[in-house]
């Protein structure tokens, strides 16, 4: 099977570029406020900037259709070689992507702003190979001595009917947002409680990778070739059945940047600021994101007909292949949320939550014809966050 892999290109460079330097002058900026920072602004327990690291798992959907070539789903009577374990089964993609996250956040001093830089990362790999076959089958057959008949007896064919799927998966995506928002208060729970409107351009490259073949004789024929028998007058079994091979490649993408509203509240619970604190937080997100859907995908097939020293049905050996390209600008729809419980020790704040990202008809699903599909990423997460200056 082919060995795939995503290559990075000038937008992921440039996405890294920017983020680096964001950084940097986000540390530089939290450092130089922090000198000319008085006591009182240092009493107030606002650390300027907050570094924050984390992962998540997400549960991952279907990214792709099923590759079920005709011999896989025309119904075979009696046992079949395609149970208990489906094509259209072996081919699931993992159920899991693993990855991690970091962001930058800087509150100028004596201000209710607040300005982040923050990328999501998220992979999955998966790779499954389906071997399953029938039991081989004994038949009887008859043989003449000299004209006399019969010596009878049974004889084991050698072609079981069997089924082979091999199928990879791969799959990725990074999500950045820059922002800037105010913090408007909730004054209903206190001082300590906060709530940040904020404005901002997201950035999304979503991608996966499909590579599948199916090798399958789904039936074996055996019967007895009085006519065509060598030398005559031996009735032995015959064998006849279909071989097929078929294979698949797909390749999908989504990349695009646009506008975004997010509003971030945080509502202590127990504790204080100054010294340990437990909070609610909740989020919520919408962006449009413009941007570029790509297809790429390729697939061919052959099948072996195979009637032994029948002649009305010699061997026949045929091949079929073929691409498909497709690439739209497209609008894409993007909402999401979170709920965490955080607890806060200072200048250390750990947060443990669920989070969702929804993208709707970002992926190009379809085989022969276009076909929009949503995508989501959701699931648990965990971070950590550092404040400096505070």
């Not at 010596?151 to 199928?167: E, I, M, N």
Request: hydrophobic fraction near 35%; proline fraction near 6%; glycine fraction near 10%.
């Amino acid at each position: 099977m082919s060995e795939l892999n995503f290559k990075e290109n000038s937008g992921q460079r440039f996405l890294r570029q920017l983020l680096t330097t964001a950084s940097v002058l986000a540390l530089m900026t939290s450092l130089a406020s922090t000198d000319k920072a008085t006591a009182s602004e240092s009493s107030t327990g606002k650390p300027a900037v907050w570094i924050e690291l984390g992962g998540q798992l997400e549960p991952m959907d279907q990214q792709s259709n099923p590759f079920l070539p005709l011999f896989t789903t025309n119904p075979i009577a009696g046992a079949s070689p395609f149970d208990p374990v489906s094509p259209a089964e072996a081919q699931k993609s993992p159920g899991y992507a693993l990855g991690g996250e970091g962001k930058i956040s800087f509150e100028p001093r004596g201000s209710d702003w607040v300005f982040s830089i923050g990328v999501r990362y998220g992979r999955s790999n998966g790779n499954k190979h389906i071997h399953q076959a029938l039991p081989t089958r004994t038949v009887p057959y008859a043989k003449a001595y000299g004209g006399v008949c019969c010596r009878t007896g049974t004889k084991l064919t050698a072609y079981p009917p069997f089924a082979d799927v091999q199928s990879m998966h791969r799959s990725s995506h990074v999500i950045a947002d820059f922002q800037a928002g105010k913090d408007v208060g909730l004054g209903m729970f206190g001082r300590e409680a906060s709530s940040v409107f904020a404005f901002g351009v997201r950035f999304a490259q979503i991608g996966s990778l499909s590579d599948t073949e199916i090798h399958a004789r789904p039936v074996v024929d055996v019967f007895n070739a009085a006519a065509n028998s060598n030398p005559p007058g031996q009735y032995l079994p015959r064998p006849a059945f279909n071989s097929y091979s078929a294979s698949r490649y797909d390749k999908h993408s989504f990349h695009g940047i646009g506008p975004s509203l997010s509003w971030n509240a945080s509502v202590p619970v127990a504790g204080h600021i100054d010294a340990s604190q437990i909070s609610l937080d909740l989020g919520a997100k919408a962006a449009i994101l413009f941007g570029r859907q790509k297809k790429q995908s390729h697939q061919q097939s052959s099948a072996f007909y195979n009637n032994l020293e029948v002649s009305a049905y010699p061997p026949v050996l045929y091949r079929r292949a073929g691409g498909t390209f497709r690439s739209h600008s497209v609008g894409v729809p993007d909402v999401g949320g979170f709920a965490a419980v955080s607890f806060r020790l200072q200048s250390v704040k750990m947060s443990l939550g669920y989070r969702g990202d929804f993208f709707f008809g970002a992926m190009d699903t379809g085989i022969d014809t276009r076909q929009r599909s949503d995508i989501g990423f959701h699931g648990p997460y965990a971070t950590i966050s550092i404040g400096l200056g505070g």
